[in-house]
């Protein structure tokens, strides 16, 4: 049985002083009809990943910041650390330690969470070693704004309540809009085309392949799938033409070849686009590719770090699909995984990976720091796409994007 | 990207004492163009278990048994868990320590893996501190029968030579026969019938699809993927009937009643079984279940714990077709993880699931000692097929198998 993957899994931040007790009212949720499912260990200031389930929100990703706080104070590390977890937060849970109460340290975190309009569940922790008068209660969270429950962790008193509070303030829309289910009425048949190249791993699927496979199965339709090479045969063998076809983006000149003009044609990076992140800005992103000019510095940038092949998509053929369009040299910057440099206002374009790894809010957070910047950016998939000269054709069932690359 | 699924990934366990330094040669063999995929800690005297990359013999999973040698001598447990990873390993290397040499603890190992039949390399590490000649090297050899390897996992001295040393040894018949890729031929369709209940994890499939899918691709051939129900519109969608249906087994009655009977019908169970271990011996299973007696003990045994559902297949649905079948009360034990428990021969069936999270190697010691102790086992496709009476009709592309059924 496979987990749910990482990207869709609603992020729940637990946040508070070192002695809150966080990491037990993460074992109190857990033990209390929650199943763990996985635990990634980080280093010591590294928050710590752990894949659950939570009914009926289905399943969540808890981030344990217990490396975040161990320097004391709000050291530059510690600031860092926190600003990289809120990135990709959907909802907040601040732990209050009742001993000291509301300190700088809960204020801070409250601020922050609030800047970014995030949902927060307030609790105080260890009621059962220190017992809060209703009283306390109301006036540190008047000191917050902020509604307080108290709980212990230990005893598992007031855990079903906060769950209830979680279930309540977790956003209905963190998930975006579908993969391709909105596409697709019962009974349509997509075809997916799916190259086996060296960057395929044994036995697997790529995660959005998989994904969009379950996507048109949720919504009564049938997937084909098929390599590039057997693309115009299996076209050939359905007695009606498919409803869309979505290729892998380093194919499309092929299948763009093999699939009739009469049936739309998209790829998996543009329906990643548009599920995880803001299809619009990703296409106003790859009309800038026009603008650029010999020189120029462009960032590539990739949500995680996965062994490189010879001919690597974002080391190789970017570069060179880049350099192409431009007609003369460009200099490129690569990062991967944790976030963004620091300074982004410098380059002309940021080029982005799929996303795959990344949850929704943290896209949404890296397109928005670019706007911010003013620097276009765009995806691996509408770069290709649009350097051969077919985003137009791929955009075709999204009206509002292919509008935008009109203009 | 996703990970090459665990089952297939050669198996390559690292024995030594405590101070022979295994984790220096994994980490040795680590630096040296293998990438660390991923790192699974078990408790303190479980094996640790690291998906690696190693060129050309592709995904493997080092067992790393630091834990095991803790207790200092084969005490009952040391024992025990040894004997688990033996029965998991397709290849092993066993590391010397220089300062005491040969001990009966490389004595009694060697045995052990040298009655399994088992490929095994044997090095002497430390070789930058105690400089072994090349005759105490031989006498150590002489002793276990072994050709021994002088490295050093600190400096790197002979690391690359038993690299290749272990990519001679390692065995090119440990995959088995193809999931399905041998059915079919280039330009060929099969439909691919995956329900969606509640068991399968929010935006996956569950793993004997995604490598069904990978196996026909790689194949040169087509899947066709739809829910039972939209598979009679799928089929009438399709210019030339498919050459083959495979369905979830739990699926197999609606799925064998819209699969025209010239159509050639398994199921993903079916396939996993002969893929992973012995079709044969678990359609002598099935058959046993029409031997049966009221009262008999029956043992269900899974791989890998999973959150239950209501309706659970091992828990509530095997139990009740075995009990309808019967006409009576069965006396059913369950056990899942690990391994069999210790008297397994009081079982007059054993009912395995498919064991999708089992290498090869593991499934086919099940087997054996199922063999051995008298006892039929089946898995739960087999019998979901048998009991509902088309096992014969899933077994039209085995025509071994299927003699097997009729005898």
Redesign the interface.
């Known amino acids: 049985?496979?987990?749910?993957?990482k990207g869709?899994r609603l992020h729940i931040a637990i946040f508070g002083r070192r002695n809150a007790g966080k990491s037990s009212l993460i074992n109190a949720l857990t033990s209390q009809d929650i199943?763990l499912v996985s635990d990634v260990?980080g280093t010591t200031t590294d928050p710590v990943y752990k894949a659950m389930?939570i009914l009926p929100i289905?399943?969540v990703m808890i981030i344990d910041t217990a490396g975040i706080d161990d320097v004391g104070d709000l050291g530059a590390l510690r600031v860092e650390r926190t600003m990289q977890v809120l990135n990709k937060t959907d909802l907040a849970v601040v732990v209050i330690e009742p001993e000291q109460g509301v300190t700088d340290f809960e204020r801070e975190i409250v601020k922050e969470i609030r800047k970014r309009g995030l949902p927060m569940a307030g609790v105080v922790n260890k009621i059962d070693l220190w017992p809060v008068t209703a009283d306390v209660l109301s006036s540190w969270g008047s000191d917050l704004n902020l509604a307080l429950l108290g709980i212990s962790a230990k005893t598992g008193q007031g855990i079903e309540e906060l769950k209830r509070v979680m279930i309540k303030l977790a956003p209905d829309d963190w998930e975006g809009p579908p993969l391709i289910g909105d596409l697709v009425s019962?009974?349509d048949?997509v075809v997916l085309v799916?190259p086996?190249d060296l960057?395929?791993?044994?036995?697997?699927?790529?995660?959005p392949q998989?994904?969009t496979?379950?996507?048109?199965?949720?919504n009564?339709?049938?997937?084909?799938?098929?390599?590039e090479?057997?693309l115009k045969?299996?076209l050939?063998?359905?007695?009606?033409p498919p409803k869309l076809v979505v290729t892998d983006s380093q194919e499309f000149m092929k299948v763009g070849a093999d699939t009739p003009s009469e049936v739309q044609l998209t790829s998996f990076s543009i329906l990643l686009a548009r599920h995880k992140g803001d299809l619009e800005t990703l296409v106003a992103g790859a009309k800038a590719i026009e603008s650029l000019q010999p020189g120029d510095k462009v960032l590539i940038s990739e949500g995680?770090t996965?062994?490189r092949q010879a001919d690597d998509i974002g080391k190789v053929k970017i570069p060179r699909w880049l350099r192409q369009s431009v007609g003369d040299e460009l200099d490129f910057e690569w990062v991967s995984g944790g976030t963004f440099p620091p300074d982004i206002a410098k380059y002309k374009l940021i080029v982005h990976c799929g996303g795959?790894m990344l949850n929704r809010r943290e896209m949404l957070y890296r397109l928005a720091m670019a706007r911010e910047a003013g620097v276009p950016i765009v995806n691996y998939g509408l770069l290709i796409a649009h350097v051969h000269g077919i985003l137009h054709r791929a955009l075709a069932p999204f009206p509002l994007a292919q509008m935008i690359l009109e203009e």
């Not at 050939?236 to 009606?240: A, D, I, Q, S």
């Open positions: 049985m496979q987990d749910t993957p869709s199943a260990p389930e289905g399943p019962p009974g048949t799916v086996i960057a395929a791993p044994k036995g697997r699927l790529i995660l998989v994904q496979i379950r996507d048109l199965l949720d009564d339709a049938c997937a084909v799938v098929v390599k090479r057997e045969e299996a050939e063998g359905l007695k009606n995680c996965h062994h795959c």
